[in-house]
């Protein structure tokens, strides 16, 4: 088993900024890819970022040149800096951690919300 932490989220006029933090703990040596999704209401989660153990990123096209996802496998977190807020960002954001067999783990979640 793996739990996810997340912290960071909050409350942000739009252009500012936001990172997100996420603690992994558990059976770290299961997982590979760790990263972002979001679910704003009444949509469905979608991907936010990903990075895997060995530095691999991907991102939604939406927010590629404001986000940007790092990690750090000594300390088992992963982060999200996010830059140049919109309203359209604001949503749950959800860790993800998947096993290199492809299993999700999932955090509680933490809001963000982008004022116009």
């Known amino acids: 088993q793996v739990q996810l932490v997340e912290s960071g989220g909050g409350l942000v006029q739009a252009g500012g900024s936001l990172t997100l933090s996420c603690a992994a703990s558990g059976s770290i040596f299961s997982i590979n890819a760790m990263g972002w999704y979001r679910q704003a209401p009444g949509k469905q989660r979608e991907l936010v970022a990903t990075i895997t153990r060995g530095g691999n990123t991907n991102y939604a096209d939406s927010v590629k040149g404001r986000f940007t996802i790092s990690r750090d496998n000594a300390k088992n977190t992963v982060s999200l800096l996010m830059n140049s807020l919109k309203p359209e960002d604001t949503a749950v954001y959800f860790c993800?951690?998947?096993?290199?067999?492809?299993?999700?783990?999932w955090g509680q979640g933490t809001q963000v919300t982008v004022s116009a």
């Open positions: 993800i951690g998947r096993t290199y067999v492809n299993v999700p783990y």
